[in-house]
């Protein structure tokens, strides 16, 4: 590749001279975007605080622009590297402006006076991640979406080539996290800036990566495109992730399935089980449900959720066969609710299991909750 | 330039007016507190005279040695320690990430008087005098001892009250050894050791005020080249290091000129409590600003003329009783830190 702003070759970091991860392989060009992931002390932080000159490398070499980083002064390094950290920030009054400012540390006079040129780039910075509007307001006064943004824009105008942000998104609720990795993945992409983060929503990292590493243990189990990185149960096995699913469609997370015998039979489709099942994992009741095209949203939680799912190919009238082993199902489970699915040609079917249900005085709404009477 | 650009420059601008005001205010009750200083004492000279001595060097001999050897230098080195005072205060406030911080409260003062009290008695003893360099001298290797140990101390325990509690003991350990070598000490030097160890201006010669100015000057000049780095350090230390400082290189500076700046009050002066703490403070609150090439020389500014105020208490309240000037500092300084506490809580 011709194209490779930054690589990391056989990379072995941790801390006080112990290895924690060994081998680290990646490379990344201007503009793309680098998400590490995995759990919690997995070494993420280890891994971003190395490339920053925080803690010393313990092996391998990292390049920046062809330029080795242990070569580098940090000097140097400050005209190349922007930094967004975890750490919240104490400041003694200082306006969110003059925090934005500081990043143009590297390119003022010798007592730090700021030119034209630099109040405009400070401005700029701010207007880029929609804070200008705040800069006069204290640091320490303002929110922690406000104060993320203000941290990005001081990396911004500090005109970096790379940028590296740990965990840039937590604190903030979900519309900031969106607007900040909005911002970012435009930044990066208008002034082709590499930028390295560690993320905690795996979903998000999905979204806005071009390159996912997945770091756990000694060694950097997977890395790639979101495409084959979000895959089966590479997620699923990164995060250890036992009880409970994670949806790599949805991008959702599911707690574990109620086992047992099914108690409930659950009419559904078109998104209308969704609800129910999440509500019937919630008090803890065994369920069946059907009949579900493999292509419904509801097939991507009933799968993991249900006791067990009476499926149809989509597309295509629900066949006898099928609806015999829903009949089945359903007789065997003590209650029928219907979610509200709209019956038509294809799935008409659904209205003889419905029928059935009435017959058998078994059919409840949802609301009522019939098993609680027990 | 672009229209915009300039917009943040404007606005940026609208503060110096306020930075104008207090330094104007400053540079006022400078000159007004010299004039007041040299006005008031024990002995009365009117205006009148008092001008003439000054820029006549003319008028009675017995006012004109207590203008000149007397008042003045007392004047200048109050102006002059006392900045130096309230600039080591900002440095290790810079250096703690803590405005509670400051030479007297760390135990950097006392270190310093404990080691000037030895040379003192030592070199009394022996030769009847003592240079004022060496005086300097002592007084930095004993407030780097002070520093070393509560460095060691900050290692070790990373809370900023630890570190406090850590301070004020080796203050109390340094007081206590001094106070027992004053004891034992020749009679004949006791009650000037007493006095200069419970900090006070009095007795300052020319010499004394060309040898402060000189140290407390270029360290001055040091240090306002420090500010830069000083602004980016205000963000913590991993991102000053992203933005190029050398860290440990700028730690190391900030630490030796404080240290220099304490030893040389304490050398003159003795250990003044609380003004490293309540001038930096106070200016950063009438800036509004806690950038340090402005705050800086205002705390400079600031020192001295709290010094030359609480020097002027000093000598008059109690009048022909002199006070400690740490007994003035102390009631003016302390509530204000009490203050900080409780608005920090809040």
């Known amino acids: ?374 | 330039m672009n229209r915009i650009g300039n917009q943040l420059k404007q606005e940026a601008g609208k503060k110096y007016l306020r930075y104008q005001v207090v330094f104007l205010c400053l540079v006022l009750a400078f000159l007004l507190l010299i004039i007041w200083n040299v006005n008031t004492g024990s002995t009365h000279i009117s205006v009148k005279e008092v001008l003439e001595i000054i820029f006549r060097r003319s008028g009675d001999e017995t006012q004109y040695a207590i203008i000149w050897k007397i008042r003045l230098p007392r004047i200048a080195m109050a102006a002059i320690l006392g900045g130096a005072l309230a600039l080591s205060g900002l440095l290790l406030q810079t250096f703690f990430r803590n405005p509670i911080a400051g030479p007297f409260v760390l135990g950097i003062s006392s270190g310093a008087k404990l080691m000037v009290a030895l040379m003192m008695i030592y070199f009394l003893e022996r030769f009847h005098s003592v240079s004022s360099w060496i005086l300097i001298l002592a007084a930095f290797a004993g407030s780097l001892l002070s520093m070393g140990i509560v460095l060691a101390v900050s290692q070790k325990i990373r809370q900023m009250s630890a570190l406090l509690v850590a301070g004020i003991m080796i203050g109390y350990i340094c007081s206590a050894i001094t106070e027992l070598m004053i004891t034992f000490a020749d009679e004949s030097n006791i009650v000037n050791l007493h006095g200069w160890s419970q900090g006070s201006f009095s007795g300052m010669t020319w010499d004394n005020v060309q040898i402060a100015l000189v140290v407390v000057s270029v360290i001055t000049v040091c240090v306002f080249f420090l500010g830069k780095p000083m602004g980016a350090f205000q963000l913590g230390e991993n991102y000053a290091q992203s933005l190029g400082i050398h860290i440990k290189r700028f730690r190391v500076l900030l630490i030796l000129c404080s240290s220099l700046l304490a030893a040389c009050v304490t050398a003159f002066a003795g250990p003044i409590s609380f003004v490293g703490i309540a001038v930096p403070f106070l200016i950063k609150k009438g800036l509004q600003t806690s950038k340090p090439l402005v705050v800086i020389p205002a705390t400079f500014l600031g020192g001295s003329v709290f010094c030359m105020f609480c020097d002027l208490l000093a000598r008059t309240v109690f009048a022909p009783t002199e006070l400690n000037i740490s007994t003035v500092t102390s009631i003016l300084g302390a509530p204000i830190v009490i203050y900080m506490l409780i608005r920090k809580k809040s």
């Open chain 1, 1 to 374: 590749m011709e194209n490779i702003y930054f690589e990391m070759k056989k990379l072995c970091v941790g801390y006080h001279g112990i290895p924690l991860i060994r081998d680290i392989q990646v490379e990344i060009g201007r503009g793309e975007i680098l998400t590490l992931i995995g759990p919690n002390g997995s070494g993420k932080s280890t891994i971003l605080k190395s490339i920053t000159k925080q803690l010393k490398l313990l092996g391998g070499t990292a390049w920046i622009d062809r330029q080795m980083l242990n070569e580098m002064s940090v000097k140097d390094l400050a005209k190349k590297q922007a930094v967004v950290l975890t750490e919240r920030l104490k400041t003694d009054m200082m306006s969110c402006w003059e925090v934005v400012a500081t990043g143009r540390y590297p390119y003022t006079d010798q007592i730090g006076r700021l030119s034209d040129a630099d109040y405009q780039m400070v401005q700029e910075a701010m207007e880029t991640v929609l804070a200008y509007d705040i800069r006069d307001k204290d640091f320490g006064e303002i929110s922690d979406g406000q104060r993320q943004r203000i941290m990005l824009a001081r990396a911004i105008c500090q005109e970096p080539e790379i940028m590296i942000l740990d965990e840039p998104t937590s604190f903030l609720d979900i519309r900031h996290k969106l607007e900040l990795l909005d911002i970012l993945r435009n930044m990066a992409k208008e002034k082709g800036i590499a930028v390295i983060m560690s993320l905690h929503e795996i979903d998000l990292a999905q979204k806005i990566s071009d390159k996912i590493m997945c770091v756990k243990g000694e060694y950097i189990e997977q890395i790639g495109t979101p495409e084959t990185i979000f895959q089966d149960d590479i997620i699923q096995r990164l995060y250890d992730v036992k009880k409970g699913t994670y949806n790599i469609l949805f991008g959702s997370v599911e707690l574990p399935k109620t086992e047992g015998v099914s108690k409930v039979f659950v009419i559904a489709g078109e998104g209308t089980g969704v609800a129910v099942y999440r509500a019937m994992q919630k008090e803890g009741i065994p369920f069946s449900t059907g009949v579900i095209y493999t292509n419904d949203v509801d097939y991507q939680v009933a799968k993991v959720l249900a006791n067990q799912v009476i499926t149809e190919l989509p597309f295509q009238e629900i066949r006898k066969e099928t609806l015999a082993a829903a009949m089945e199902e359903m007789d065997r489970c003590d209650y029928v609710i219907d979610a509200g699915v709209t019956v038509r040609k294809g799935n008409q079917g659904l209205n003889q299991l419905i029928q059935k249900a009435k017959e058998s005085r078994k059919l409840f709404r949802r609301e009522e909750k019939p098993w609680l009477k027990d």
